[in-house]
């Protein structure tokens, strides 16, 4: 069956513009996560949601990132006013249920800011 | 806090010999372990977890793994290496009391197969 995908594959931005990054996790899972991963790095948490509710954010760096997933299946994750510093990977993962549950991983989106 | 530590960020080994990855946690509760590869330009994807149960672990691609909570660690091996296994290998836990289930991942290791 179908992955998890995520879009665009690849984004350049300016300083200072606004960007949404798409996720469409495995149909019917119920957990979705937000990951960042900086070049070198290992990924780091952004943000979780059980369904549509955003249950945990304190990944998120500052409030120029924004999450959402209305109807509890595709999700958003927008970073307004781009910096150079949010320039990486970002990874989105689906998981069936919650709690130690195996997460499967999108392809990510490289995100570059100049 | 939690945290994950991989020694090693490049591991080098010829073809067919041993592959070892180390992976050390640091945990108050017991947590869940994962080993995840990544591939250039794609996702992670799961090679094997341990949760609860037998402490030695097999995987996908003939890896596997072994919880030792005295040592708390979780070291991934593989008898043979193949070209193929050439990736980025990542270490990640679960906080055992998680309501989230979000992974801490290590930093990564590289590991080169040479022919």
Known sequence: GAGVSQSPRYKV?????????RCDPISGHVSLFWYQQALGQGPEFLTYFQNEAQLDKSGLPSDRFFAERPEGSVSTLKIQRTQ????AVYLC?????????????????????? | AQSVTQLGSHVSVSEGALVLL?????SSVPPYLFWYVQYPNQGL????KYTTGATLVKGINGFEAEFKKSETSFHLTKPSA????????????IHGSSNTGKLIFGQGTTLQVKP
């Open chain 1, 13 to 21: 931005a300016k300083r200072g513009q606004d960007v949404a990054l």
């Open chain 1, 84 to 87: 150079q510093e949010d320039s």
């Open chain 1, 93 to 114: 993962a689906s998981s069936p249920l919650f709690g130690s549950d195996t997460q499967y991983f999108g392809p990510g989106t490289r995100l570059t800011v100049l």
């Open chain 2, 22 to 26: 180390r992976c050390n946690y640091s």
């Open chain 2, 45 to 48: 994807q799961l090679l094997l």
């Open chain 2, 82 to 93: 193949h070209m193929s296994d050439a990736a980025e290998y990542f270490c990640a836990v």
